[in-house]
Structure formats: C-alpha cells, structure tokens
C-alpha cells in the first residue's frame, strides 16, 4: 500500500481505521481522549482511502463545531430562519434514528446471548431463539413491540404539553441540539422560548411520522438541513467581518465577471458548509486543511438534486461510492483555494488581517499538465461541416436554434471567443468605411471582454456573407430580436455555457472525441492561419483581441481604442483561407 496513503489511515489486523489526534486548543475539551479512532469497516485499501478522506470532513467538522461551542458568545436572540433550520435538523435526526433502527435492529439479540451464555455456565437452559427476540434482518418481533410501546406512551404526553405550551418536556433535547450545532442561547430569552416551542412541534411530526412507519407506511427520512452557519468568533466586527462580508466587499469593489462571481460564491458557500462563517481574522490554516480535504472528496459532477445539499450532505451521500470521479486536484488547488486566496488576499491588502493562509497550500497532483488545445485538422473541419447541423438543417436541442450552425462558422473566420459571439446584437453588425464588421463591445445586458484589448472591430469575411449571415442578420433585426441568437439559454452568468456543453456531446456523436479538440479550436486555428498567411502580428491581436505587451502600441489609438482602420483590417482578415474546404453545400439556395 506504498501508493495509497494516508495521515489519519492506520491499519489493524485486516482492517483498516482513521485515527486523528485531538488538537492541542481541544485537548482539554476532549479530555482524557487524546485521539479520534474508530474503523472504517473495510480491508481493502482504495475503498479505505476514499472513506477515510470523507471521514476525516466529518471528524475535521466535529474539531470545528467543538471550537464553536469553546468560542461562541452567549446570544439572547435568533433569527426566525435560524429556529426553522435548528428545528429541521431536530425532525431530520429523530427520523435518521429511527430508520437506522429498523434497518439495523436495536442488537437485542447480542445481549440475549450473553445472558444465554452465563444462565447455562451456572447449569441451567436457556432459549432465546425465538422470532420474538431475533431477527436475521431488522427489528426482532420483540423490538418492534416495545417502540410501538413506547410512541404510545410519549404521544397524550407530547400533545398536552403542546397544547398547554409547555416545553419542559423536551428541554434536554434543546440543549443538546443547541450544543451539536456550538450556539449558546440564553434560556431566559423569548428566543429560547420560540425554539423550543418549535421543537416541540418538530417532535410530535417525527411521532406522527414514526407511528406511520410503525403501521408499515413508507415514510422517507428528510434530507439533512444545511449545517447551522454560526461566526466562530466574539469579536466579529466591522474590523473583523465574516468571510461572506469580505465576500460581498471584494465583489463590490472588484466588480469582477459575473461568472467569476458565481465560481467564487460556489466555492465560499462550500467553505462556510464546512467551516462556519469564520470571522476574517479567525480564518487559519487548519480551516483551509480542513477544506481542501473535503473538496478532495466532493464528486466532480453533481445532478441538480446533489447541486441542492451541502458539503457534508454531499460527502454523507458519496461516501460509500468508489466509482464516481471526484474533483481532481488542479481544480481544488486553482479554483477551490484559489477563491478561497483570492478573498484572503483581498483582506489582506485592505489591512483586516497580515497575511493570507490560503496562500502557497500544496495539492497533490494539481501539477499535472493538463492536454494543451490544439487547433482542428483540415479532416476535422471536412467532418464538422458535413455533419447534419450544417448540411441536412438538423437544429438539436441544446443546440441554440441557428446558433448551431453560426456559431462555428463565425469562430471560423473571426478566431472570436465563444461567449464574445454567443453575446452579439443585430446591432453588433456594423458598417464603416465600406467594411461591414462585427462591433465586439461591452454594450448590452451581461455583456463583458476578457481585457481591453478584446474590444474590437472584425470584418465580416467574404465567405460568412456568401452563406447567407448578413441575410440572417437582417431577418433577427426585422423580427426585432434583441441578440442574434435568441434561442441560446443558460443558467449560468455566461450564455453559452449550455451550449458549450452541447457542442462537446456533438463532436464526440460525429466522431471527433480528442479532448484536445474544442470550441476554442477554431481560435488556435484561426491564429496558425494568420501565421501561415504573414499576417503582421499586431494585426492577428487587433484582429483576435490578445494583449499587447509593447507599451508603444497605446500610440496612435483612435478615439474608439482601435489602433487600425478597418480597410487595413479587412485586408487582413480575407486572407483567412481554408483550402481544401468546400463549403459550397451550406451556400443557400435561391428563390
């Protein structure tokens, strides 16, 4: 097991266990364990990696709850959101219980054969075989009568103190769903009151679900809530905000694109999950262990009914699943910590705290190379265009309408960034100086450029006008479309996200599956055609919107920004040539 490893991984006999140390600002708190140890109840060795990594989350959270409870101040109030989410959690775990022992049994039957055990060793006889007292599967006869027992005498108790709203009858379960979840809440307050009284009405569901059960009903166990958020701190200020005020400061300030606002949300909400919403200063290395490890474990894809959970619902859900891929760890190290930097570093320049623990965090194997794109092959391109989008009209769903057949033709012979096309305007197709060009521009709902230099002016080339583009242009401006592609949707902050997607699924259903090869192909291609043409290379960035780094080439800048008139860009725009490619079957016909 040289290649499987492993901190908190030990083995004993055939089986494996996790085993964490207490920290040493816990010590006391745990005291006289020093240790986490239990088995992960497996002897194959990857089966037990996987699981320790999601046990260790789990442990890492319970060190993070512990300090809560450690650090939290005494409150005299709480949200009508925080009582909901605390009496959830109160419905979720009585439920989980009582599934887990249906399922398991209550180990009767244990007890039974120790007993068994020491009547015949004192010379006496004993059966205890019986269906009423084991079960090879689930609750003995005998178990099942003594919840069904007990519901019944808890139930007249539960429904007049409900009634009379008396909540002394489950204060012990108050205090102990208070302190699982690190909050200290002052009994005496009106809060305290409300939550009990919620959780009292929380108790008497759970029976009413449970008697259900009882009665052979399929009733299943809620998800688990959200974990309850809670600052870590006592001195959360304004000096000393939340990470999810630092958050909402670097957006304000920052103002960065609306996609990169939605990753980084994606990636702070997770550490929130994990972590709680730690005061700036408070955040410290073992946080950011603690979020790498669970980001490790998190599964790389996620259906919109796992997109709904938390980090620990998610792992919880997982963690018995060997065969779905996780999040690899380039993608931890440069977007799951880089977010989490990101923010860090932003405190840190604004003077909350001296430095930034996210900052030089190691994750194995993120240095992988990863597959450089490369640009398509003249069989490549014969293939693409050949297919039934663009010869037989085949609009698919996914595919965006017309945006399936216009958006690679204009990558084609513009080398323009997918988004930057997926976002034009009728409005975007301009003329000027004779030259009917693609306005690439920040003007519009949503719309954004990658740097300065991306704003531009791209001629049309003479073949888009031959397959009927500028007839297309003008039939979304006589139905008043507001973009060019109306049908593109996406959910995302980038229109074609979606599409995107479709595009990948595509390629690969007309045999073009090297992963090298994508969307941002043509642009690859587009810039080795300039090459191959002696296309100037000021000219290929005019023309592509790539960043120059001679500061001379600011001279000479019209008012617009743009360093070339749009002749001298057309000249060199039309010597963008594919030979060998006919595209004549997409010319359309006429009337």
């Known amino acids: 097991m040289d290649d499987v490893k492993h901190p908190r991984l030990t083995k004993r006999g055939r089986m494996y266990w996790i085993r964490a140390k207490v920290p040493a600002d816990l010590k006391a708190h745990y ?10 109840k497996t002897s194959d060795p990857r089966e037990a990696l996987e699981r320790v990594r999601i046990e260790s989350v789990k442990v890492d959270q319970e060190f993070t709850t512990a300090r809560r409870k450690l650090n939290a101040d005494l409150r005299s109030n709480l949200s009508d ?3 909901e989410r605390l009496a959830a959690i109160h419905f979720h775990m009585i439920m989980e219980e009582d599934e887990e022992l249906r399922m398991e049994g209550a180990n009767e039957a244990d007890l039974y054969a120790s007993i068994a055990k020491q009547v015949e060793a004192a010379g006496g006889r004993a ?12 609750l003995s006869q005998r178990e099942y009568d003594r919840i069904g027992e007990a519901l019944d005498f808890i139930e007249p108790d539960l429904r007049q103190a409900l009634a009379r709203g008396d909540t002394s009858i489950i204060r012990d379960d108050v205090e102990e ?19 009990s009284f919620a959780v009292l009405k929380a108790s008497l569901k759970a029976l009413e679900a449970q008697k259900k059960r009882q009665q052979g009903e399929p009733v299943d166990t809620p998800p688990a809530p959200a974990p309850f958020l809670t600052v870590v701190s006592s001195t959360a200020d304004d000096e000393n905000p939340p990470l999810s005020v630092i958050f909402d400061r670097w957006k304000m300030e920052r103002k960065p694109p609306a996609k990169t606002v939605s990753d980084f949300g994606t990636y702070v909400r997770r550490f929130r999950e994990i972590n709680g919403d730690v005061p700036i200063k408070a955040i410290n290395a073992g946080h950011i262990r603690t979020f790498k490890t669970a980001m490790l474990a998190m599964p790389s894809a996620l259906t919109k009914k796992y997109q709904e959970m938390t980090v620990p619902q998610i792992l919880e859900a997982f963690k018995d699943d060997t065969k779905t891929p996780r999040l690899s760890p380039r993608t931890v190290k440069d977007k799951a910590l880089g977010a989490i930097s990101a923010i860090l570093g932003y405190a840190k320049k604004n003077h909350y ?8 965090f190691e994750v194995a194997g993120s240095t992988r190379i990863e597959p450089p794109r490369i640009p398509f092959s003249m069989d490549d391109l014969k293939t693409i265009f050949s297919s039934p989008v663009f010869i037989e009209g085949f609009r698919p769903v996914g595919g965006g309408g017309e945006a399936a057949k216009w958006l690679p033709l204009l990558a084609l ?25 693609l306005f690439i521009n920040t003007i519009g709902e949503g719309k954004r450029v990658k740097n ?23 039939d979304r401006r006589k139905a008043k479309d507001t973009t060019l592609f109306p049908d593109l949707k996406s959910k995302r902050a980038e229109i074609t996200s979606a599409w995107s997607a479709w595009w990948a699924r595509y390629m690969d259903s007309i045999g073009i599956d090297d992963r090298r090869k994508v969307f941002h192909s043509f642009r690859h ?15 290929r960035d005019a023309l592509m919107g790539h960043a120059h780094e001679d500061v001379a080439e600011d001279y000479g800048l019209d008012e617009e920004g743009m360093g070339f008139s749009l002749p001298t860009l057309d000249a060199a725009l039309q010597r963008l040539a594919y030979p060998g490619l006919d595209l004549g079957d997409l010319v359309p016909v006429k009337a």
Not at 31 to 40: M, N, Q
Not at 184 to 195: G, Q
């Open 127 to 138: 059966n205890f075989s019986s269906p009423k007292t084991r079960a090879e599967f689930g």
């Open 525 to 539: 291609l587009v810039k080795r055609t300039f090459r191959d043409a002696g296309v100037d290379k000021t000219l």
């Open 177 to 195: 769903l208070l302190n699982s979840n690190g909050i200290k809440l002052a009994n005496n307050s009106p809060a305290y009151r409300r939550l």
């Open 452 to 474: 300065r230099s991306s704003r531009r002016k791209v001629p049309v080339h003479a073949q888009l006008v031959v397959l009927g583009f500028l007839a297309y242009v003008e």
């Open 413 to 437: 012979f513009t080398g323009a960034r997918l988004e930057e096309l997926g976002r034009l305007t009728p409005a975007d197709v301009r003329m000027e100086d004779g030259v009917t060009y």
């Open 81 to 83: 959101n925080e009582i």
């Open 353 to 360: 705290r001296t430095d930034n623990p996210a900052s030089g």
């Open 31 to 40: 005291a006289p364990k020093t240790e986490i140890i239990y088995s992960l």
